[in-house]
């Protein structure tokens, strides 16, 4: 069973800068997906970057230059660098696993969830 756990959420000031960490255990799949989707106030989910199990990454154009998605050596866990964080990045930020490809599928497309972790950004 694929499983998920989000953690690294916190409050920081605009410009601050937060490592969130995604723990994935139970992926059996040769070739997969992880992305990272956040929530806003207005309930809008909204897919933030991706990273399949070869390390190719991609990203929204919103995040570009100040997010960076990796992995460790054993893939278990994926971490989503962010910094110069501004008050729009405010999300319950998810971590979801698809197999297969990173590149032209939605966020709605992965089957697997975590529970979230909270960012705030705020003065």
């Known amino acids: 069973q694929v499983q998920l756990v989000e953690s690294g959420g916190d409050s920081v000031q605009p410009g601050g800068s937060l490592r969130l960490t995604c723990v994935v255990s139970?992926?059996?799949?040769?070739?997969?997906?992880v992305g990272w989707v956040r929530q806003g106030q207005k309930n809008e989910r909204a897919s933030v970057a991706r990273?399949?199990?070869?390390?190719?990454?991609i990203y929204d154009d919103s995040v570009k230059g100040r997010f960076t998605v990796s992995q460790d050596d054993t893939k278990n866990n994926i971490y989503l660098q962010m910094t110069n964080l501004k008050p729009d990045d405010t999300s319950l930020y998810y971590c979801?696993?698809?197999?297969?490809?990173?590149?032209?599928?939605?966020?709605?497309?992965?089957?697997?969830w975590g529970p979230g972790t909270q960012v705030t950004v705020s003065s």
């Open positions: 979801a696993a698809r197999e297969g490809t990173c590149i032209g599928f939605s966020y709605r497309t992965f089957p697997h």
């Open positions: 990273i399949a199990n070869d390390g190719g990454a």
């Open positions: 139970g992926i059996t799949w040769s070739r997969y997906c």
